[in-house]
């Protein structure tokens, strides 16, 4: 086996699907219906997690990630990954260590330049995604993972063309070094998006990337098209989204929660980053779960 253990818990309504292997590799894919399901991997070079509903929790190189439905998680710090899945979930997930991997991509040219595997990051689930993600998820039913299975991992390559740009800005005179350069900007990121309501200093950021800071902030900005600064707004304004939409709290609690002491600041880069209001927002959102609970009107019955 590629990978050499996962354990799957789950206290009810548990169901796990192990098919046939991919083309020339032994990835397990593994989805899983029910509560509280928690999933470790051990040794895996890479790994695709994408909740198809609820939402889970990944936990990867000691940071945890919170994935909803419309998104997808890729992790490719090799070692132990672990995944906690809410009551009613729907999710799969798709591992393989550095062997696994280079034989699975080794029709996807592109996704060659990262290596052992595919590159970390987060992505919004396009319509196509969706769509073959589900078809893999049937496919564990009826033997058919084969061809279904390379059309999915070619759409989580197109998901990641953004990064596979990114790496190519790398500085360095070989792949591998390219490579390296962007493990150590990406694990800033990485930072940024698990610590984004706290003050974080470019001195900080700079260690942890192992660059002095005018060094740091010039290969930040060349790979990444955007400043730390930049990246770290934008990731507070992503949360405060998140849970404008899910929790009670209100606006100027949400804004200081997440590092916002000023709330008009704060107001106006929200507007201008989701093209509107969070007092709006909130306001559709309470609607939205107002329908949905609304009573449906019965039909009169045949007299």
């Known amino acids: 086996m590629l990978i050499r253990s996962y354990t799957l818990l789950s206290k009810s309504h548990l169901a796990l699907c192990v098919p ?5 590799a032994h990835s397990p894919l593994l989805k899983v219906t029910g509560a509280d399901a928690i999933l470790r991997i051990d040794g895996a070079s890479s790994a695709v997690w994408l909740p198809l509903r609820g939402h889970i929790r990944v936990t990867a190189a000691g940071t945890e990630t919170r994935v909803a439905r419309g998104e997808m998680l890729v992790t490719g710090a090799p070692g132990d990954a672990e995944l906690a899945a809410g009551g009613n979930s729907l999710w799969l997930a798709l591992a393989a260590d550095a062997a696994g991997w280079r034989q699975v991509l080794k029709d996807f040219p592109r996704a060659a330049a990262a290596k052992d595997g595919l590159l970390p990051g987060r992505h919004r689930v396009s319509r196509a995604l969706c769509r073959s ?3 893999l998820v049937r496919a564990t039913a009826n033997g058919a993972l084969e061809t279904t299975a390379p059309a999915f991992i070619g759409r989580v390559v197109e998901a990641q063309a953004p990064l596979l740009d990114c790496l190519a800005r790398c500085p360095g005179r070989t792949a591998q070094q390219r490579y390296q350069v962007f493990q150590r900007l990406y694990r800033v990121r ?8 706290r003050e974080l200093d470019i001195a900080t950021l700079a260690e942890i990337a192992s660059y002095s800071p005018s060094a740091f902030i010039r290969a930040f900005r060349t790979v990444f098209t955007d400043t730390p600064h930049a990246f770290l707004v934008d990731q507070r304004l992503r949360r405060a989204h998140n849970l404008i939409n899910e929790s009670p709290l209100g606006i100027s609690e949400i804004a200081k929660a997440i590092g916002f002491e000023n709330r008009c600041t704060f107001s106006r880069l929200f507007h201008r980053r989701f093209g509107v209001s969070a007092a709006t927002l909130r306001r559709e959102r309470k609607l939205f779960v107002r ?3 609304r009573p449906q009107p ?3 019955s045949p007299v």
């Open 133 to 135: 993600a589900l078809e």
């Open 190 to 197: 990485r930072f940024i998006a698990a610590n984004c309501d």
């Open 298 to 300: 019965q039909a009169p």
């Open 291 to 293: 329908q949905q609970h």
């Open 20 to 24: 046939r292997s991919l083309p020339g």
